[in-house]
């Protein structure tokens, strides 16, 4: 267990409909990571929040979005969704990036089904 | 853009035997290299990492050698167990800068261990 909990485990919808996906980060953890994992394109970065702010975006579509609340929880929220946004989605934490450790843990996953 | 992927897509090895997973990457700029191990219907565990101006990290059972001059990591696998059957990604990151923090994934290395 790496202490990352990720809701729900699994989500079925269909496609326009609207998402939102709910991690919470290792007590401590500051930074949190969100990965989509597809079976075409492996684990994709998506974007990471640093104690509430926005640090870094990578390939992450405009009809996503995602927010960091004060509790250090996480949401990410897919719209407009189209069946190609069926994947795996993991969300990682970790210490302050660049101090100490590199590692990133991560939760089990939440795996959405767009039919 | 950063490029970490993997040799080969699937490995397959008997029980007790070591096993060597190979990663090749494009941009020199990441200061250090993670291998994860993901079982089926969990997320990405941490084995090990390594720091850029490392050559040989050695862990529990597991090594990884890093060879700057032709970009390429691998992890080794010591008396391998049937245990140790699970998808390996490899991820480079760099500790300072725009992308601090963020990882670049592999596509991953199927290891399958057989008794």
């Known amino acids: 267990d790496s202490g990352v909990t990720q809701t729900p485990k699994h989500l079925i919808t269909a496609t326009g409909q609207r998402v939102t996906l709910r991690c919470s980060p290792r007590?401590?953890?500051?930074?949190v990571y969100w990965y989509q994992q597809s079976l075409d394109q492996g684990l994709q970065f998506l974007i990471q929040y640093y104690n509430g702010e926005e640090r870094a975006k990578g390939n992450i579509l405009e009809r996503f979005s995602a927010q960091q609340f004060p509790d250090l929880h996480s949401e990410l929220n897919l719209s407009s969704l189209e069946l190609g946004d069926s994947a795996l989605y993991f969300c990682?934490?970790?210490?302050?990036?660049?101090?100490?450790?590199?590692?990133?843990?991560f939760g089990p996953g939440t795996r959405l089904t767009v039919l | 853009g950063e490029s970490v992927g993997l040799h080969l897509p699937t490995l397959s090895v008997q029980e007790g035997d070591n096993s060597i997973i190979n990663c090749a990457y494009s941009?020199?700029?990441?200061?250090?290299f993670i291998w994860y191990k993901q079982e089926s219907g969990k997320g990405p565990q941490f084995i090990i990492d390594?720091?850029?101006?490392?050559d040989k990290r050695q862990g529990q059972r597991v090594t990884v050698l890093l060879n700057k001059t032709v970009k390429h990591l691998s992890l080794q696998i010591a008396a391998t167990q049937p245990g140790d059957s699970a998808v390996y990604f490899c991820?480079?990151?760099?500790?300072?800068?725009?992308?601090?923090?963020?990882?670049?994934f592999g596509r991953g290395t199927q290891l399958t261990v057989w008794p």
């Open positions: 941009n020199s700029a990441s200061d250090y």
């Open positions: 007590s401590g953890d500051l930074s």
């Open positions: 390594i720091r850029s101006n490392m």
């Open positions: 991820a480079g990151g760099r500790g300072r800068g725009s992308t601090l923090g963020r990882l670049y």
């Open positions: 990682a934490s970790s210490e302050n990036p660049g101090q100490g450790s590199n590692e990133q843990f």
